[in-house]
């Protein structure tokens, strides 16, 4: 970053499922941790997306198995665009 101290929304929620901020200048530990957290919620989305791809090619799926997987791929979807506002958020400051 460019020294300047942000507010940087975190890749979970708090309490009661509310947003979480960071004031930051990017380059705290938490900051790292946040980031870390991006990259393996990021990487479980696209684990998912190939899963997705392979349950629905087998035609032997189980309805349970597909509600199963739908209730995951919210949950990611939820975590990529937290990951998505947040980055966007930050880009829109730098400029």
């Known amino acids: 970053m460019n020294g300047r101290t942000t507010a940087r ?17 990017g380059t705290g530990p938490l900051s790292r941790v946040a980031d870390a957290l991006e990259a393996v919620q990021l ?21 349970a198995q597909l509600r199963f997987l739908l209730a995951r ?9 937290r990951i998505a506002e947040s980055r966007g958020a930050r ?3 730098r400029n």
């Not at 929304?9 to 200048?25: F, H, I, N, Q, R």
């Not at 990487?43 to 349950?55: E, F, I, T, V």
């Open 43 to 63: 990487g479980m989305a696209a684990d998912l997306l190939g899963h997705a791809a392979d349950l629905m090619a087998d035609h032997r799926a189980t309805p």
């Open 91 to 93: 880009l829109a400051e």
């Open 73 to 81: 791929m919210r949950e990611a979807l939820a975590d990529v665009h």
């Open 9 to 25: 929304l975190l890749p979970w929620a708090g309490s009661e499922g509310k947003p979480c901020y960071l004031v930051t200048d």
